[in-house]
């Protein structure tokens, strides 16, 4: 699939739009490729090629999507300044203001992206932080002129297309970076065309099997889907020249990467994957589409659940579309995409089509809306916390799947798979999000956990007085999905007395602590794993909201508290793995979990040499190992590569009632955790409950604990530690 085809400047000239402004717009590009050409002389690429190829590749590409005369130049010039010793005045008095501003804007990206070539071979966990950081610059940059990112995309398409020359393991990285970054960019940039490349060119690097396995099906059958599809168009074709009806139909071609993601999401063979056959109409009318979509379900059998209406409720990237999937007249599948004119500019060139509206001087309102979209998106996305966070929250924002949910009065609400009512108050209003209580979703109370469905009519109920609950904050009760939500949030809380805000986090940290059975670490060693000095300053951050639950116990079970380690013995090396514990300085040894403590996966351990019956593991913070004084008996133990699940007990308290452990056990389940043994008393109306559970690791013991105590009843629940 690689394309190293060269490309001429009058390739890119010959396709500039006519107009009153077209002797300028060649004027311009001529110059730019005629500095890039001397920028560029003598410079080869990877693949051995000259480079001046590829400035001349992005800027075509652009040109394709119809870009103004200004990007297609700044397309020829955006590595002039990396690679030649033009510097930004010069470029701004031979080009303008405009072209100057882009190829800065799309230098600085490439600048962060060699940060990440650079830091390649480093630690995999501080690579995965400063990748964040380099995002984060990325993202932010789109907000100061879309036209950068179109650019960089366009930058990216070529590189795939010309990505063998690297070496194995860095092709993968790139491609892993173009699937989970850059596609989903110009899928909601609405830049279609360049989002399926960009898919089916990471698939062939990242799974290259699949992908070939994928195209030689697709391949092999081609003479027979394109008898049958020329057939179903003739029928097509006939019925609508009886009803007066124009409209041009084609074959839809077909996508690698589309079809691999169905069968893998929905689990099926690639024979039961509807799109792998498929149509296009284009007509004049929105009427003409529905007339279209009528006659298609009165020819062949539509597919239940297989009708998707993207007019009545464009998707966010202003894509409108009718998707229907029909059984045709040889018994197989047929999907048939029917859209205006109009509605198939917008879906192949996204927002690029709408650009020729600005710089005409038109008043583009989708255009301008969309700006507006992407801009506020990354404004308030500036105030995260962390790196890390900030692109977690785009990918979820921007790269996810979306659901499409309705106000009463019918307005439009977009939000990511997963969105829930909370989610949708704080998209409709601040204030809305701050008093909800509850939701009628379809005319029926549902929890705030509940998850927007397609089509859903949501309806917020709210109190006059009060505000957002902390709970709210905490990742593993599922009650917000959207960063908008939880910033707003915590924007609340900060506005809080701090001293309450401190008070609140106190309690937050003490329950979590006695929650996991690790009350000995001490509040002051869980600020230091979060870089606090200053233990209110900790609590005050965990009180609004910047440091919940699930954070403390992943740090717990990331770091070694610094506290229970003074008396330990410097132990020697080499290393020696017994059951998946690494013992350190011996081999063959037995290993058991000690009874007294029950560590988990996560917890800080150490093992204890019992004569006759090999190693004993037991946390670090065991009173019994706290009480030693035979030091020289303990020995370095850590959990290694371990993968089994290891055995716990949790102790439930709550007044007794139906179903009780009923709905204990649904949140177990729910996290796929078996349960190994269980034992229940109760006593004037108080059931004590200690339940044995084969858990991954602390954080998902955390997650567990949490959502049962938030059960009706419950008055704890906390990890049982003998």
């Given amino acids: 699939m690689s394309q190293q085809h060269t490309v001429d400047i009058s390739d890119i000239v010959n396709r500039l739009p006519p107009g009153d402004g077209a002797n300028g717009a060649r004027e311009l590009i001529e110059r730019a490729y005629a500095m890039a050409e001397r920028a560029h002389a003598g410079q080869e690429r990877k693949s051995g090629g000259p480079y001046i190829q590829h400035p001349l590749a992005v800027a075509s590409l652009l040109a394709d999507l119809r870009m103004d005369p200004d990007t297609v130049a700044a397309g020829l010039l955006h590595d002039v300044i990396e690679d030649s010793d033009i510097d930004l005045d010069r470029l701004q008095q031979e080009f303008g203001p405009a072209v100057a501003s882009l190829v800065d804007g799309v230098t600085k990206l490439e600048q962060i992206e060699q940060e990440q070539i650079d830091r390649f071979s480093q630690d995999e966990r501080l690579r995965d932080e400063q990748e964040s950081e380099s995002l984060r610059k990325m993202f932010i940059a789109m907000a100061d002129d879309i036209r950068v990112v179109i650019i960089k995309l366009a930058d990216r398409l070529h590189n795939m297309r010309t990505l063998d020359p690297l070496p194995p393991e860095r092709r993968k990285t790139f491609a892993r970076e173009t699937l989970e970054i850059f596609a989903p960019l110009a899928n909601r940039l609405g830049v279609w065309q360049w989002k399926w490349e960009l898919e089916d060119l990471s698939l062939r690097y990242l799974n290259p099997a699949t992908y070939a396995e994928i195209a030689a099906l697709i391949q092999e059958r081609r003479p027979e889907r394109e008898t049958g599809i020329q057939r179903h168009i003739e029928v097509l074709t006939q019925r609508m020249v009886e009803e007066g009806i124009e409209a041009d139909i084609t074959g839809r071609p077909k996508h690698i990467y589309s079809i691999y993601n169905k069968m893998d999401r929905k689990g099926v063979p690639f024979q039961r994957v509807y799109d792998v056959r498929g149509v296009r109409v284009i007509t004049q009318t929105i009427p003409d589409c529905y007339r279209i979509l009528g006659i298609v379900h009165g020819l062949w059998k539509p597919i239940p659940g297989e009708f998707d209406d993207y007019i009545a409720t464009p998707k966010e990237n202003m894509y409108q579309s009718l998707h229907t999937a029909v059984v045709g007249d040889d018994g197989n599948t047929l999907e048939v995409q029917i859209r205006t004119r109009e509605m198939h500019r917008t879906a192949e060139y996204g927002i690029a089509a709408h650009w020729r509206y600005k710089e005409s001087g038109r008043r583009d309102e989708a255009f301008e809306a969309k700006i507006a979209w992407v801009r506020s998106l990354l404004e308030w996305r500036q105030e995260a916390a962390d790196a890390s966070e900030f692109v977690d929250a785009m990918k979820t924002d921007i790269f996810q799947d979306r659901v499409y949910a309705f106000t009463p009065k019918g307005k439009l609400i977009d939000l990511p798979i997963g ?43 709210t109190a006059r007085r009060g505000g957002p609950s902390r709970d709210w904050l905490n990742p593993a009760l599922g009650l917000i999905k959207t960063s908008r939500a939880r910033n707003k949030i915590r924007q609340w809380f900060r506005r809080q007395d701090r001293q309450q805000n401190i008070a609140q986090g106190r309690e937050i940290v003490e329950r979590e602590l006695k929650h996991l059975g690790t009350e000995r670490i001490g509040h002051e060693a869980v600020a230091r794993l979060f870089k606090f000095e200053e233990l209110n300053d900790f609590y005050a951050a ?15 079970a990331a770091t070694r508290p610094r506290e229970v380690q003074e008396f330990l013995p410097t132990p020697p090396p080499p290393v020696s793995t017994v059951e998946g514990i690494q013992v350190q300085g011996t081999g063959g040894l037995l290993t058991r979990l000690a009874n007294c403590c029950h560590p988990l996966p996560g917890d800080d351990i150490i093992g204890y040499v019992t004569r006759g019956r090999g190693v004993t593991v037991h946390r670090r913070d065991c ?7 035979e030091t020289e008996r303990l020995i370095e133990v850590n959990w290694g590569t371990r993968t089994q699940t290891i055995p716990t007990t949790i102790c439930v308290t709550a007044y007794d009632r139906t179903r009780l452990f009923s709905e204990i056990s649904n949140i177990i389940g729910a996290e796929d955790i078996n349960i190994s043994a269980v034992s229940q008393n109760t006593h004037k109306n108080i059931a004590t409950i200690y339940i044995t559970l084969e858990v991954n690791d602390i954080a998902q013991l955390s997650r567990v ?9 419950v008055i704890e629940a906390r990890r049982h530690t003998g």
């Avoid at 965990?542 to 717990?556: L, P």
């Avoid at 009173?623 to 004084?629: C, D």
């Fill in 419 to 461: 969105a829930t009512p909370i989610d949708f108050a704080y998209h409709v209003h601040t204030e809305i999000g701050h008093h909800c209580r509850g939701a009628r979703v379809n005319g029926r109370l549902v929890g705030l956990d509940y998850q927007l469905k397609n089509g859903d009519q949501v309806e917020i109920l």
């Fill in 623 to 629: 009173p019994n190992i706290l009480r030693l004084t």
């Fill in 542 to 556: 965990v009180g609004f909201g910047d440091v919940h639950s699930q954070q403390i116990a992943s740090k717990i």
């Fill in 705 to 713: 604990l949490t959502k049962i105590e938030r059960l009706p009843n």
